[in-house]
């Protein structure tokens, strides 16, 4: 077994508290991607649109950004030129920009987005990964830039957190992925699904802990769910949260959205290890919150999330624990080969352990699919996702921030 001690900073696996919902920690600078309708119909009043007409350009507005994927106003062309102009000014269509693109030998891709500095911050930069399969494709979403939870496994845990991403940002990488891969009727990128869309669903499992942004995402999927927009049905959206169990109950009656927990463990002392927020919320706490999560029915299974890593929880005894555990809840198991990150200490499970495990999990009458490792070439897979730009020197980090705050005349 890896020497978990050794993972301690400083002697102590601290639990870092919530963090302050991003808006009161970022001013939301306006963008019409994201935003929510009573939000475009105040932006829209203040380019000085008649109140009897703000309606109608509002729907209009949300066509052309969800059901068109328009990137700029020239090609809102049923909007009036002095209108389109007045809004360019004011207030722009996104803010993402590309700062990379990985493709994987698997056609995993995965991107670097870059948004500016809101408020008094500076550029950050998220990684959104696209996964195509079989008649479907699943695109793997970030909350946060960083992440607060240092998960001993995840290379996501190794970056401080930076800040929440706004409901806009969060949107603006479905919006990106769709119009990248051609999903607004454009010509579809390859490797895809042959039919439908290039994007049939979302997971909420990329940088950060989504229940720490709570309001930000619950927002984001509103509109991603908008039957007159994007239009994907919520039981094609599910939300991975680490165990935050006092909002556990909100995801299904606010968002009523799929439930992913990343277990990783069946024994508490273990958890508090590899997931130290379990300091706060144990396993009793965690499974009762999903015992009683609304909406749980056969056809709404909660999914747990456990990652295979060798010698440390991938015992036959920790298999039995493991149904004895979840057991009476409604569920599947995804059972995933650990992806190696530089400077891990962890390895894989041997695949001939894998399967014993998953067979007992099956023998049990849970469906526990292991996860084909997806875009490990590129650092795309499960818990390897880590911006780059987060691994600046600090010596480049006040670079940075000299360039950002020097006077206009320097």
Not at 216 to 237: E, F, T, Y
Not at 277 to 293: G, Q, S, V
Not at 368 to 380: C, F, M
Request: proline share 6%.
């Amino acid at each position: 077994m890896a020497n978990l001690a050794l993972l301690r900073r400083g002697g102590q696996a601290a639990v870092t508290p919530p963090v302050r919902t991003a808006q009161a920690e970022e001013r939301t600078e306006p963008q019409l991607i994201g935003a929510s309708r009573e939000m475009l119909a105040g932006y829209l009043a203040g380019a000085g649109v008649p109140e009897r007409q703000i309606k109608m350009r509002t729907a209009q507005l949300w066509h052309w950004l969800y059901t068109r994927g328009s990137s700029d106003f020239d090609a809102m062309t049923n909007i009036a030129a002095p209108l389109r102009e007045r809004l360019s000014e004011t207030v722009p269509v996104g803010r993402a920009e590309m700062a990379a693109e990985q493709i994987s030998t698997d056609g995993t891709r995965k991107w670097l987005l870059r948004f500016p500095p809101r408020g008094a911050g500076r550029p950050v930069e998220v990684e959104v990964v696209y996964i195509p399969e079989e008649g479907r494709g699943t695109l793997c979403v970030s909350s946060q830039v960083g992440c607060t939870l240092n998960c001993t496994f995840c290379h996501t845990g190794t970056q401080r957190l930076v800040r929440n991403l706004t409901a806009e940002e969060i949107v603006e990488q479905v919006v990106f992925a769709r119009r990248r891969l051609g999903d607004f009727g454009d010509e579809r990128a390859p490797g895809g699904p042959t039919t439908g869309r290039m994007v049939s669903n979302i997971v909420l499992m990329g940088m950060g802990e989504p229940l720490y942004n709570f309001d930000n995402v619950k927002a984001a999927m509103a509109v991603v769910s908008d039957g007159d927009g994007l239009a994907l049905s919520r039981r094609r959206i599910t939300l991975s949260t680490s165990g935050i169990v006092p909002m556990i109950s909100r995801v299904g009656a606010e968002m009523n959205v799929l439930l992913a927990i990343s277990l990783h463990a069946v024994r508490d002392d273990l958890r508090d290890e590899l997931v130290p927020i379990n300091r706060k919320y144990p396993l009793a706490e965690l499974m009762e919150a999903c015992r009683t999560y609304p909406g749980l029915s056969n056809a709404r299974r909660i999914t747990f999330e456990y990652v295979m890593l060798k010698g440390v929880n991938d015992s036959l005894a920790d298999a039995r624990a493991l149904v004895e555990l979840i057991k009476g809840i409604p569920a599947k198991i995804n059972l995933i080969p650990f992806n190696p990150w530089p400077g891990t200490i962890y390895e894989c499970s041997d695949w001939e352990q894998i399967e014993a495990f998953a067979d007992v999990v099956n023998r049990a009458g849970y469906a526990s699919p292991v996860r084909t490792p997806r875009g490990e070439d590129i650092l795309a897979a499960c818990g390897q996702l880590k911006s780059a730009s987060e691994a600046m020197s600090g010596r480049e980090r006040r670079a940075l921030a000299q360039r950002e705050f020097a006077p206009a005349d320097v």
